[in-house]
């Protein structure tokens, strides 16, 4: 089993910044990826951003160029750096680890954009 916990979410003001960490603890080998997505009431989870264990990135068209993320191996932990905020970006964010025991999400962390 893994376990995966959020922590970093809150409210963030237009043009502004959070940065959401997640780590994993648990039955953590043989990682092929984690990734942050995100949700909102009524409508579908959308993938934010992925990293392979090589850092092999990929974003939505969204958040490119606006958000980073990044992975600390041996904490087996992953972050993602939003930068110039939106209140579009306003959602539940989850992590996602993929690996050979399975797929396993976190509980997640709201973000609110707001002024």
């Known amino acids: 089993q893994v376990q995966l916990v959020e922590s970093g979410g809150g409210l963030g003001q237009p043009g502004g910044s959070l940065r959401l960490t997640c780590t994993a603890s648990?039955?953590?080998?043989?990682?092929?990826?984690m990734g942050w997505y995100r949700e909102n009431p009524g409508k579908m989870r959308e993938q934010v951003a992925t990293?392979?264990?090589?850092?092999?990135?990929d974003y939505a068209p969204s958040v490119k160029d606006r958000f980073t993320i990044s992975r600390d191996g041996n904490k087996n932990t992953i972050y993602l750096q939003m930068n110039d905020v939106i209140p579009e970006d306003t959602a539940l964010y989850s992590c996602?680890?993929?690996?050979?025991?399975?797929?396993?999400w976190g509980s997640g962390t709201q973000v609110t954009v707001s002024s």
């Open positions: 996602r680890l993929v690996s050979t025991a399975g797929k396993y």
């Open positions: 648990g039955d953590t080998m043989g990682i092929s990826g």
């Open positions: 990293i392979t264990p090589g850092g092999a990135t």
